[in-house]
Every structure is written in structure tokens, then in C-alpha cells.
């Protein structure tokens, strides 16, 4: 059975159709989720896209982590379901604290929209599950808070606790460790500032992001049977 | 965390409050650098230190002003900072007669 993947659209979000044609191609259901929405309903796996929720006031995601659907994605995530957050998705699980950190302003203070090198680190994340370390992606990037940024306990901790998903070849916007993208404990609650649905289609110059999307969907099918 | 709705009261004092909202210390600050790098060019050689933040003004309605920090106090720590990142430093004076 096909894996269905909620994406949840807050207002201001912009990539939940780029996300539900990427995995719709790799065979599974997608399912947008509003906001205002109490429950999830019936899915296996849940994307929060990228855009600008609530136009990014105060904080990127400070105003959309407090939306009703936060509490389904919230138990979603406790049950072990997979959930990847992508740009601004990244940006409100780390304000909800469902991943630790923050996303600061790039260091060069530029808004950055570019294709970037990515190699993946961790082997056991929702977004990374049978992709062998080291694997080298060209995924875009589009932010202008992507500077991923710790404390250094938690630093340490997410390289003990093999938690970091992708790293920046070449880094762009200053991230602490090259950080591109981190998973909590656990491993199903995934962050990264790249849009691997930008890259899912050779029209669009590359199709590495299927590699991580294809992951997901697995960890999602996975998330079924246990 | 829920905070529970302040009835509006004829009768209640206001308080004016200031947020000053800043990057903690060793929190890189881009612009904050840019901006003391800049000074120079300006002619000035005297300025250091230099960090950028933002200022929230809220006028609050409660009972006193213990009750009106309490709720700004929470409001900081739950949404208008972000506490892996930022400080708050708040300011509070009683709003003049309306």
C-alpha cells in the first residue's frame, strides 16, 4: 500500500504542491493538512514545507508552531511517526522544540538561492534510512535564516547521538558544523534548510532530492508495520 | 502553554511595557558587525561593541504590576524570544490616565 504523506500548509507556507508532486512521482498519496487543522487524519509520514509562515514575524516559525495541527504533529512525532520539516519546516520544529537549535540569519546576511553539494552523515534518520554515509547530493537551497546555530553541549550531543543528517560540502550561510540538516534522538523528526522536492525532477537540474524523499517514504512504510 | 485571556476592565491599571530583544552574548550577530565595520568609513574609531536587537512595545492591562510582568515574563519565555538564541530585558511603567 502506498505511503500517505501529510504536508501540512500553514499560511504564508509555499512548497507544499513542489512536495506533494515529488513524492505523488515516487508513488505515494500526498495529503495537504491546514493549519487550523485539530488532527492529521490517517498518514504515514508528515512534510512541513517551506515558505514563509505568518510572513516570518517575529521569528521564522514562531507564530506557526503554536497552530492547532502543531499538538497531531507533536503526538504524530512522540509515536515514532517520520516527520521532516524543509526550510521554513526546519525553522518551526526547532521553535516548537521538537528539534534542538536554532536558525539564525546567514552569516553573510544575503539571501540565498542556490543549488548547494550536501553529504549525508547519519544512516538511521526518517530522511536518511538506507542511504549509505558520505553520499554526496546536489540539492537547492532558498533562505535567509538557514545559519544553523547551538549551544555547544547540544553540538557535541548531536555528533555523539549521531543525529546530524546532511552537512554543507561548501559552507554556505555559516551553520555551525556545516549543519544542513539534523534528526532528534530518535531519529523520525528530521530538519534540513534544503528542498530535496527541488530537486526531484531532471528538468530541474538534479534529481538527488528523490534520494532523501525515496528514505522517507521508506521510513514511512516502515512506520506502518511497527 | 496557555495563557489565559485578560478581561478587559474599565477599572484596570495599564502598563506600558518595553521588550529589548538581543542576541545572547556570543551569539553571532552579522549585522551588528557589519554595522561597527561600517563606522570607520563614517570617520568614527570610537565605537565598539556594537549588537543589534529589536524593541516590542505592548501596552498590558492588570491588577498590578507584579501581575503585568508575571504575563510578560511568560509571554518572553514562550514566544517573543527565543531562548536558544536571545535575551529579553523588559521595561515596565504604569501608563499614564487614559
Excluded at chain 1, 25 to 45: E, I, M, Q
Excluded at chain 1, 121 to 135: D, I, K
Excluded at chain 1, 187 to 214: C, I, K, Q, W, Y
Excluded at chain 2, 42 to 60: C, E, F, P, W, Y
Aim: one cysteine or more.
Amino acid at each position: 500500500m502506498a505511503a500517505t504523506v501529510g504536508i501540512v500548509v500553514f499560511p504564508g507556507s509555499n512548497c507544499e504542491h513542489d512536495v506533494a508532486e515529488a513524492v505523488t512521482r515516487l508513488g505515494a498519496t500526498a495529503r495537504l493538512v491546514f493549519h487550523k487543522a485539530p488532527s492529521l487524519g490517517a498518514v504515514d509520514a508528515v512534510v512541513l514545507p517551506g515558505g514563509f509562515a505568518h510572513g516570518d514575524a517575529l521569528r521564522p516559525g514562531a507564530i506557526a508552531r503554536f497552530s492547532p495541527v502543531m499538538g497531531a504533529v507533536e503526538r504524530f512525532a512522540a509515536e515514532g511517526g517520520p516527520v521532516v520539516g524543509i526550510c521554513n519546516g526546519f525553522q518551526v520544529l526547532c521553535e516548537a522544540g521538537l528539534l534542538p537549535g536554532a536558525l539564525q540569519k546567514n552569516r553573510g546576511l544575503a539571501f540565498l538561492c542556490q543549488e548547494v553539494e550536501l553529504v549525508t552523515v547519519s544512516e538511521r534518520s526518517a530522511l536518511t534510512t538506507g542511504v549509505p554515509p558520505a553520499t554526496r547530493l546536489r540539492v537547492p537551497i532558498n533562505h535567509f535564516e538557514g545559519c544553523y546555530t547551538a549551544d555547544p553541549d547540544v553540538l557535541a550531543g548531536l555528533e555523539e547521538q549521531d543525529q546530524i543528517v546532511v552537512r554543507y560540502v561548501d559552507n554556505p550561510n555559516g551553520s555551525a558544523g556545516d549543519i544542513a540538516g539534523i534528526s532528534n534522538k530518535a531519529g523520525n523528526v528530521v530538519g534540513l534548510m534544503p528542498h530535496p522536492e527541488r530537486a526531484s525532477l531532471e528538468l530541474l537540474g538534479s534529481e538527488d532530492g528523490n534520494v532523501l524523499l525515496t528514505a522517507l517514504l521508506k521510513s514511512a512504510d516502515r512506520s506502518l508495520t511497527c | 502553554m496557555a495563557l489565559a485571556p485578560v478581561a478587559g476592565c474599565a477599572s484596570m491599571p495599564a502598563f506600558e511595557v518595553l521588550v529589548e530583544v538581543t542576541l545572547r552574548p556570543g551569539i553571532a550577530d552579522p549585522q551588528g558587525a557589519t554595522i561597527e565595520r561600517s563606522l570607520p568609513l563614517l570617520g568614527v574609531h570610537s565605537v565598539s561593541g556594537v549588537r543589534v536587537g529589536k524593541a516590542i512595545r505592548l501596552t498590558v492591562e492588570a491588577s498590578d504590576e507584579g501581575e503585568a510582568r508575571r504575563l510578560v515574563d511568560a509571554l518572553c519565555a514562550s514566544f517573543l524570544t527565543n531562548p536558544v538564541i536571545e535575551d529579553a530585558s523588559i521595561s515596565l511603567a504604569a501608563a499614564s490616565v487614559r
